[in-house]
């Protein structure tokens, strides 16, 4: 593992994350405006672009490294999209879903680890 | 959540689909991108080259599928109660590597796997009793 490998990994994992933020965003305006409206076309737009990025660059790496080392690292974004939901979305966030996320995450570096 | 649809509309079944979608197409891809695998060119550091194999393109199928099951699943359940339950896949994706892929998985890593059994159920258990009362 370089650390040009290493760096591919975290922006996958960044676009990955925030595009379910704006992917949920895109869903949230559905409920007031349907999906004609240029506010859930664009966030959607951008979430899908977000994604395709994440997932060539996914591929790349697994030309280069077992699935079952690569993939975890696209699991410590549970962590990350739990935070993010509670900063960003506003969701309310209790003990159980925050020591559920940190053990899920906690697990996947663990295996990734191994 | 009151007035969410029931049957193939139910959202939690919807979940369910787009976790085996994401589940079946990471093996797709891991077998798709080794079989044309070419490390030597630059260009593969993009992926772009798996895109010669067809089961790549299968996988890629299942990810729209996965997809749009995981936007309607949106609709209706809080981001950091789906997404958690979404990783399920990652319990699934190492056993189906294990099992149909030959990888190996060494003690500490079914230890990993076995934390995020229990997170997964530390998420679910007070989504299961909500669904019970409704």
Known sequence: MNLFAFLLIVV????????????????ESTAAYGMR??????????????????????????????????????????????????AVLKERLNLRLIAGAALITIGIVLVSMS | MQNRPRGFGNPWLQLALSVVCVFVSELLLKRGATDVADPQSALSWTGINGLASPLVWWAILLIVASFISWL?????????????????????????????LGEWISPLRWCGIALVVIGVAL????VAQMEERL
């Open chain 1, 37 to 86: 409206n240029p506010r859930f076309i664009s966030l959607v737009a951008a979430g899908v672009a977000l994604m395709t990025v994440s997932f060539f660059l996914t591929l790349g790496l697994l030309q280069r490294f077992d699935l079952s080392y690569l993939y975890p690292f696209q699991g410590l974004s549970v962590i990350f999209i739990t935070g993010m939901a509670a």
């Open chain 2, 123 to 126: 998420v679910a258990r007070p």
């Open chain 2, 72 to 100: 309607y699943v949106l609709r209706y359940i809080p981001l950091s109660v789906a997404f958690p339950l979404s990783r399920v896949v990652d319990i699934l994706v190492p056993v189906g590597c294990w099992l149909l």
């Open chain 1, 12 to 27: 996958s994992l960044l676009s990955f994350v925030v595009a379910q933020l704006l992917l949920k965003k895109a869903m």
